[in-house]
């Protein structure tokens, strides 16, 4: 929760929003967040978190990015992802593979759960940044990649197609949203963009 706060913090200031606007809602719930507290009882944070004017600097932030509004991903998607995310790290952990294939793979996961983490605050675009440092390791890693797959273990193929279907999936659900599409070249379209350089089963995905 603090680090989306201090995002939403940061995504004020970028844009000019005075400090003083930002107060007392957003420092109250930093502050009652703090590991400081972590081992104290809810009940005594309640009053601090609670009072009704914290909610003014939720609504100011509300009404700032209001021309910044998108499609919110359904909740049972983003459900969904997340799922399949911590499913193929659990899978990686029991799959015998390269020291460099796991590695490869467990970079894509990351990247990818990062950005979920960061859409309920920043929207679609950590996604999109997301997909487009996914796509860039495809391709600069394109050949030492096919060379692993070509010795990898069937179980370790089958990870590593689960994995390029996860991030079709991100880009599917990522195209949906308003943001990407006013943007113009769309994410799915970013990673299909690359199906070229990426291993056959990827581009099987993306057909």
Do not use: C
């Not at 000019?16 to 009940?43: C, F, K």
């Amino acid at each position: 929760m603090r680090s989306e706060i201090e995002l939403l913090r940061s995504k004020l200031l970028a844009i000019g929003v005075p400090e003083n606007l930002m107060h007392p809602g957003l420092s109250r719930l930093r502050d009652v967040t703090s590991t400081a507290y972590i081992n104290q009882a809810w009940n005594g944070l309640r009053e601090q978190a609670s009072k009704p004017e914290n909610r003014l600097s939720f609504a100011w932030a509300n009404w700032t990015l209001r021309d910044e509004s998108e499609d919110d991903m359904p909740a049972e998607e983003l459900t969904e992802l997340r799922s399949e995310l911590d499913s193929l790290e659990a899978s990686l952990q029991d799959t015998e593979m390269t020291p460099y294939l796991r590695g490869f793979i467990q970079r894509q996961i990351d990247v990818i759960r990062n950005a979920l983490k960061l859409y309920r605050v920043q929207g679609v675009k950590p996604i999109e940044a997301a997909l487009h440092q996914v796509a860039g390791a495809y391709k600069i890693e394109e050949s030492l990649v096919q060379a692993e797959h070509a010795k990898a273990s069937e179980p370790a193929k089958s990870l590593l197609a689960r994995t390029g279907a996860a991030i079709k999936k991100t880009a599917e659900i990522a195209d949906s949203l308003d943001k990407i599409r006013k943007a113009g070249e769309g994410a799915y379209a970013l990673v299909a963009g690359v199906a070229p350089m990426m291993l056959p089963y990827v581009q099987n995905l993306l057909k």
